[in-house]
């Protein structure tokens, strides 16, 4: 019997920059394998006979769906754990659940509202928990990102045009050290993983929120410190011009998270001017060739058409990597024994 503690994958801070590096490294394998069979079809299915368990208190399409293939790619059965569905929450405690699903999956994916469930589940669960969202981080979301990014500037430097698959020849260390990321928007679970998870690659953020928005203490102090050994800079303010000035990239999410429904009416007034649009980057002074990042899904009011559908908007394929990402987490937890 196996008695040693499960490896979780519960936010990128537990990680350092190589082992998040490794990952992305890993997801680019996964999705030239995948598509173009590069350098040959899969065939071993090392989760035949596992199960992973999504245990989802909030709703999803990206990171279910993504989470779904890609079990199902490694062999393995992923089993749909919906709110509506099992006794958590109405009949039964987050303690009892884990203990009682951990004792029959191989894996656990976990949507959750306050960040403390997910930290109970990765302490009860008998096998890995990954966390597929709580209100504090989206660790998923961001290792997409940081493929997304080492894609996109990968094949700008080797000229290789846009959705055209090449040779990786260069490291995610080296194509993403030295971006300037402006974010533009909540103090949210998507900005507070990029504070944790960009400094350390050397990425520099710049983050404008409007006043009363602030992140936790504790994640700038983390971006703060990475930031000191890596160069790159740290920096908040409530002007969006500001936060965009000189940016390669502008990322933004929604004013209204989930589980937050009923301040919208008071977000949405205290969001006045935060839209991502061309008129702001231009107005900001951001690069002329800046691109857009949004996790999705989107609402018009924190990105207008013009930008999200344009040339420069790279948020398909940021969703797309999600499978790819979550496909190398969970082949490194289940199958590689850690990360
Ligand atoms: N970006 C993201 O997590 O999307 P879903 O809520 O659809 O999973
Ligand atoms: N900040 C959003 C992200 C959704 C993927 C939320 O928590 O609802």
């Known amino acids: 019997i196996n008695t040693a503690k499960p490896k979780h994958f519960i936010t990128t801070a537990d990680y350092t920059a190589e082992q998040l590096f490794d990952l992305v490294d890993r997801s680019i394998q996964f999705k030239v394998e995948s ?10 299915r090392p989760l035949d ?25 490694l062999g393995g059965n992923a089993m749909f754990l919906g709110g509506q569905d099992i006794q958590l929450g109405v009949n039964e405690s987050l303690l009892d659940t884990t203990r009682v699903v951990s004792s029959m999956v191989d894996g656990i994916m976990a949507r959750v509202g306050g960040h403390h469930e997910i930290e109970t589940l990765a302490k009860e669960s008998a096998v890995p928990v990954v966390n597929a ?22 094949n700008k430097k080797n000229n290789v045009p846009a959705g055209v698959y090449s040779a990786h020849t260069q490291h995610p260390r080296e194509t993403l050290k030295g971006l300037k990321v402006a974010w533009v ?33 504790d994640v ?14 740290v920096f908040f303010t409530t002007s969006p011009e ?18 937050q429904e009923e301040e919208k009416k008071k977000r949405l007034a205290e969001f006045a001017g935060y839209q991502v649009t061309n008129d702001l980057a ?24 013009e930008v999200f559908y344009s040339e420069r908007s790279v948020v398909f394929p940021e969703a797309e990597n999600r499978k790819w990402t979550i496909l190398a987490v969970f082949d490194a937890l289940l199958v590689r024994g850690g990360i």
């Not at 598509?35 to 071993?44: D, G, I, L, S, V």
């Not at 909030?58 to 779904?68: G, M, N, Q």
């Not at 700038?220 to 800079?233: F, H, L, R």
């Not at 900001?284 to 058409?305: N, Q, T």
């Open 242 to 259: 500001e936060a965009i000035k000189d940016c390669d990239v502008i990322v933004t999410d929604t004013w209204v998270s989930m589980g």
């Open 282 to 305: 231009a107005r900001g002074g951001a690069k002329s060739d800046w691109i857009f990042m949004h996790c999705l899904p989107r609402k018009p009011e924190e990105v207008d058409d």
């Open 35 to 44: 598509k173009y069979n590069y350098p040959k079809a899969r065939t071993e």
């Open 220 to 233: 700038i102090d983390i971006a703060q410190a990475d930031a000191k050994k890596t160069g790159a800079t």
């Open 185 to 217: 928007g909540d103090a949210n679970n998507i900005l507070q993983e990029i504070l944790v998870a960009f400094p350390k690659c050397g990425i520099s953020v710049s983050a404008a929120c409007p006043p009363g928005y602030t992140c936790d203490q």
């Open 133 to 154: 969202l709580s209100d504090k981080y989206h660790p998923t979301q961001i290792l997409a990102d940081l493929m997304t990014l080492h894609e996109f500037y990968h």
């Open 49 to 73: 006979g596992k199960t992973v368990g999504l245990l989802f208190s909030k709703r999803s399409t990206r990171t279910r769906v993504a989470t779904e293939t890609a079990v199902g790619y």
